[in-house]
């Protein structure tokens, strides 16, 4: 009965206050001359502003970017491979290979025109909605300041500008000119970019066999073998080597024709100084590799056919305790991996107080070889697939699926600065890459996948 009683209480007071107001009481009434805020209209523009922020991304305009970049890489290369068709003069046996290469080229120019093509028409058509979208969030904007009667979003403008000037005049009188320093990611080529193949796919003479291995070119090649290439294979149980191939050009890699042949480091396998793992690199004439049974690096002079080895520090895994990884799977001792770039040969490997992460170091060209200052990173060895370097930049791979392999992590080793969304995407012809270099001679990826050769152009911007 209570809730009762006290309804039937306000309104009785409301009736009474209605009739004639109580002498000690003060009643006003409250009216609103403003508009009411168009909060739907709000909504509708907050709406279009996230739909605008989702059509129009960065990603987008990488991507046209990067077509047209790799338009104007290919282009060149189409030509270079038609002035060797022409020199070509070997009873047509390399010239039907240099033949298939530029059809394969002309296939991938073609690609790549539709491709730009429909994307930039999907551009424009995506330019004109958003410039129309723009102005009409523009003006219904204006419309709605209008309810600022107070002027607080003015004000808040004018505070921003005040709060910029002054702080414009506080620097201007306290600017100190910094040293000069190399530019962040400073490349001869320019930035890394983008990666766009596979351009080679052959399983060479071997088709099938020697699931593990390396190949490429060497950075600085003598005199005289500047179109050589270099292949070794895992002879092994896909665990050791003991010689390099060489190959006088692309032409005879891709048919199999071997001059001037095998270069035995030594007579069998395994025993001391011969190869162990994959990730193998030739630069100045010599291979460089993992040793045989030890925490060092083996450089091994195909010239003078002589071996000498850089000590890693104490710690180092190795003997397949530390290996590049793809989900519950690991790839066989490489628990050292060697790179090349502009600068000259790199080492990649583990230690155990850095805990499993990876850690890179300069092999510095001296006699006897010496290893430069280590730099570590955060990214853990076996998260990762393979590694390789560009312009003193570290970059990490790992497996998406079947035939896709993401770049996703960089490293600059003069600013120390780590990067875990590169985001860059290679496209396989096979499950595994076994090992992966890039040779600054021609700016290529070469990997070596379940015994097939493949490589990849490097774009620049």
Known sequence: MKPLVVVATLCALFTLSQQAPSKDKCMCELTNSEKAFPYDKLGNLEGNAVKCNSDVTSQKARKLQSLMMGLERRLPELAKDIAVLDSENDEQMYAAISLQLINNELWEIQRLMDELNSTTLSYQRLSASATQQLKGMRGKMGELEAYDSMQVVKRQQDNRRLTRDLQECRTGHQHIVQPTRRPRGACPHGKFDNVTGPRVNTAGEYPGSYKYGAWGRDPRPAAGTESWYWRVMLISSNKYGHYVRLYTSLSSLIVGVSTPGNILISPSNPTTNTIQGPNAVMYDGALYYNCYNQDSVCRFNTSTKTVTTVKLPAGTRYNSKSNFCILDECYLYTDLDLATDESGVWVIYTTAQDFGNLVLAK????????????????????????????????????????????????FDTSTGEENFNVGVFLHKVSPNIISLNYSPVDQMLHAYCDSIMVSYKVLFS
């Open 363 to 410: 092999v510095e060209d001296t006699e006897p070889p010496q290893l430069g200052q280590p730099r570590r990173t955060s990214v853990y060895k076996s998260s990762v697939s393979n590694t390789f370097m560009v312009c003193g930049v570290l970059y990490a791979t790992r497996y998406i699926d079947r035939s896709t392999e993401e770049i996703f992590y960089s």
